[in-house]
Structure formats: C-alpha cells, structure tokens
C-alpha cells in the first residue's frame, strides 16, 4: 500500500511540473510591445536644429543585410518624421548638411536551439517503473524588433581614415519589441511610444 | 422421567447463554488505529495570501493556485512525522510604466510579475486528540526546500531565474473524520511559509500566509 501511495505522489508531483502555463499569453500585441530607449548622456540635443533620415529602412535577417521600402516601411519612416517636427526639428534634404540623421531598421534573428524532453513517450506502466528514451528535437526561437537611431552628423569625426567616410556616433537609439510589430494599424502608436519617452530629445 | 430430561434440555440451553453473559466481550479492542502505528495521505488545495517584504516588493495578489500533496506515518502517541510536496504560483500584472535599468536606458512594457515555488518539506505533526476522535486538532512544523522560478516579464521578454532554496512553515489545523473509526476524512490547516530568496525585487526572502482544505485517507 505504502508502494502504490508513492507511486500516486510521485506521478501527481511529475504531472505537476510538467504543467508549464504562459502567463503572457493573454498580452494583445500591443500590450506585448516592449520599447527600450537610449540616449548618449554627453549629448547636448539643444544644439541640433535640422534633421534627415535615410530613404529606406534596412533589413537585417541574421547575418544578411539589404533594404526595403514596402508600405510599412514607409509608414515607419513618416511617422519617425512626424515625431521629430514635433518635438522642434526641421526636416532637411540628405545632401543639405542636417545636424542629425535618423536610420529605421527592421531586424530579426533566428536561433535553433537542441532541447530533450525527459518525460517523453515511454512510460513503463505502473508496475515496471518508467524507462524512457529523452526525446531529442531541435526549435527554433525568431526574434525581430524594430531599432530606430538618431547619429550626430554635426560633430561627425572626420579624420579617421575609414573606408566608408566620416563616423557617426549614435546619440539616441529605440528598440521596439514584442508582437505586432508588422501591423500597419500599429505603427503610428509604436513610433510614438518610442519617441515618447524620449522627451530629452525636444529642443523646443 | 421425561419431565426430567425435558427440564434437563431446558437446562441444557440455558447455561450456555449464562456462561456467554458472564465471559469477557470479545469484540471491543481498542481500534487499530490506536493500537498500530498508520499511514495517511493528504490532498490539499490552498489559497496562499503573500505577507511581509515579498507582498510590498514583488507581489502582494493572493493566489488561488496551489496544491499539495502529503503522506505521514502517525505514531501511537501524539506525534506524526510525514513529507509533502506542493506547487504554488504567484501572479501579479502592472499596467504600462517606464523602467529605469542600471545601464541608463529605459524600458516602457507592461510588467508580469510571477514566483512558481514546488516546495519538499518533511514535517512533524503533534496531534491533541486521540485517534479516533472525530475533530483532531494539531500543530505542525516543517523544513525543506523549494525549487524556485522567479520570472518577470516586460510584455513577452522574460528575465528568469530557478533556484533551490531553503522554506520552512509552521501551521496550525484540524482533522475531521467522516465516520468513526473510518479511513476518510477531511482537514483544514492555517500555515506560514517562508523561503529565503534574494534576487531583483524580493530582497527579505518569500512569506505568506496559506489556508487549507484537503481531504485524506488513512490505512494500516
């Protein structure tokens, strides 16, 4: 009796670990977005006054890297505008000498990871005890987000000697995570999220 | 002579029901129960309500997932000595707020605050009524520990640690048998628990107060 009692606990305590909930799973995709803002501290932004931005947003696909402009990039890219005018920035043509630049890119990473399950499949009956095979099976995590940063063209250092030109310090940059990030519905909020908390970017 | 032996049978019958009043009764033994040393098996399903440091840091929403399950050996005294093992959550959601990280950004998220706790316990029982009483209350202590998963979520992004720490109750309740005698009964118990953890927001360590209904099955 005092046998069969531990065989009860013991699977009643292997069934109650292996219940795994996900207690996010009822976020909306906007509830889910996540936005994570930086700024250089050393930056003074009431010095800046006219501004450009890049004419598509740059794709990162783990290790490849291109750019697009499909609707939704589009829309990105003239909310972003939209935000800095209000926050005091004249929006000025590349070629025009803008103090600061503002890039979008659209990144996502995918990882494979191993994993076993210890409890899988062969489950010996009551009696035998349990002899199982750990079932080995490879996922697949994808992450995307979006990253919006702000370089200081004013004060680019131009003397080092680089094969692509001046160097552009990264004064202020945003990542937008979760879900829903390709929904054109939610772009406009997303963007203004980001910008949102960021009000030491203001220069009015 | 017939009326003799007619009265010796009538004789003959009655003695015996004499010697049976007269004989020590022999079906009223102490239970077993009481005579031998017993098993019992507790299910329990609790509602755990956080106390202390843990309720103003980290989570103060009562949670009304937790369970747990017990076998005890109960002695001939008043003692009884037993392990039990439990799954509790604790869940709490913050509306949107802007955090500040050590690193000088600033994370904006709806925040998911959880703690799954699977705490091992041995435990020694001191009951103050005899066993076949049918309301037996009892004090108990407990040490152990707990496999741990602190989990906070900024939207869907986890930050996550398990870890095995020390947990420790003491509590109080009561045993109800169904019937006198019988195998089945029901019990209620009031316990504090608390497990030393520090890590983020709790910094004192995970206490709280845990009320009890269960239902157990006793055998020898």
């Known amino acids: 009796m005092l046998r069969k009692a531990s065989y009860l606990i013991l699977s009643v305590s292997l069934w109650l670990t292996s219940c795994s909930k996900d207690p996010v799973n009822d976020l909306s995709d906007l509830d889910s977005q996540v936005f994570i803002t930086n700024h250089d501290k050393s930056a003074n932004f009431k010095t800046f006054k006219t501004f450009s931005i890049s004419d598509s947003v740059t794709v990162v696909q783990d290790n490849r890297s291109g750019t697009a402009l499909t609707s939704l990039d589009k829309d990105v890219l003239t909310r972003i505008i939209t935000n800095m005018q209000n926050l005091g920035y004249t929006y000025v043509a590349v070629d025009k000498k803008p103090d600061v630049g503002l890039?979008?890119?659209?990144?996502?990473?995918?990882?494979?990871?191993?994993?076993?399950?210890?409890?899988?499949?062969?489950?010996?009956?009551?009696?035998?005890?349990?002899?199982?095979?750990?079932?080995?099976?490879?996922?697949?995590?994808?992450?995307?987000?979006?990253?919006?940063?702000?370089?200081?063209?004013?004060?680019?250092?131009?003397?080092?000697?680089?094969?692509?030109?001046?160097?552009?310090?990264?004064?202020?940059?945003?990542?937008?995570?979760?879900?829903?990030?390709?929904?054109?519905?939610?772009?406009?909020?997303?963007?203004?999220?980001?910008?949102?908390?960021?009000?030491?970017?203001?220069?009015? | 002579m017939k009326k003799l032996i007619i009265a010796a049978f009538l004789l003959a019958g009655l003695l015996p029901a004499f010697a049976q009043e007269q004989a020590p009764k022999l079906y009223?033994?102490?239970?077993?129960?009481?005579?031998?040393?017993?098993?019992?098996?507790?299910?329990?399903?609790?509602?755990?309500?956080?106390?202390?440091?843990?309720?103003?840091?980290?989570?103060?929403?009562?949670?009304?997932?937790?369970?747990?399950?017990?076998?005890?050996?109960?002695?001939?005294?008043?003692?009884?000595?037993?392990?039990?093992?439990?799954?509790?959550?604790?869940?709490?959601?913050?509306p949107r707020a802007t955090y500040q990280q050590t690193d000088g950004s600033e994370i904006s998220a709806i925040q998911t605050r959880t703690l799954t706790q699977y705490p091992i316990q041995a435990f020694v029982n001191y009951q103050f009524a005899p066993k076949n009483a049918s309301i037996q209350p009892y004090v108990q202590l407990s040490a152990g520990a707990s496999v741990l998963d602190y989990t906070v979520y900024y939207g869907i992004l986890a930050d996550q640690?398990?870890?095995?720490?020390?947990?420790?109750?003491?509590?109080?309740?009561?045993?109800?048998?169904?019937?006198?005698?019988?195998?089945?009964?029901?019990?209620?118990?009031?316990?504090?628990?608390?497990?030393?953890?520090?890590?983020?927001?709790?910094?004192?360590?995970?206490?709280?107060?845990?009320?009890?209904?269960g239902l157990f099955y006793r055998w020898w």
Do not use: C
């Open chain 1, 103 to 204: 890039t979008a890119a659209r990144i996502t990473n995918t990882y494979q990871d191993v994993s076993y399950n210890p409890y899988s499949s062969y489950w010996g009956g009551f009696y035998g005890g349990f002899y199982g095979y750990p079932s080995y099976y490879v996922y697949e995590t994808t992450e995307s987000y979006w990253a919006i940063s702000m370089l200081d063209v004013k004060n680019a250092d131009s003397t080092t000697q680089s094969t692509d030109g001046k160097r552009f310090r990264v004064i202020w940059d945003a990542q937008i995570r979760g879900g829903g990030l390709a929904n054109q519905n939610y772009v406009d909020e997303m963007v203004d999220a980001a910008f949102r908390q960021s009000t030491y970017l203001s220069i009015k």
């Open chain 2, 161 to 213: 640690q398990q870890k095995v720490r020390p947990t420790y109750g003491i509590g109080v309740g009561s045993k109800f048998l169904f019937k006198k005698d019988g195998n089945f009964g029901a019990d209620i118990r009031v316990k504090y628990q608390g497990t030393s953890y520090d890590y983020d927001y709790i910094d004192k360590g995970i206490s709280s107060i845990n009320g009890s209904v």
């Open chain 2, 28 to 94: 009223t033994l102490p239970s077993p129960y009481d005579r031998y040393t017993h098993y019992q098996v507790t299910a329990r399903y609790t509602g755990a309500i956080p106390a202390g440091s843990f309720s103003s840091n980290y989570i103060d929403k009562a949670s009304f997932e937790n369970y747990s399950i017990a076998l005890e050996w109960v002695f001939q005294n008043s003692f009884s000595v037993g392990g039990e093992i439990g799954y509790s959550f604790f869940k709490k959601r913050l």
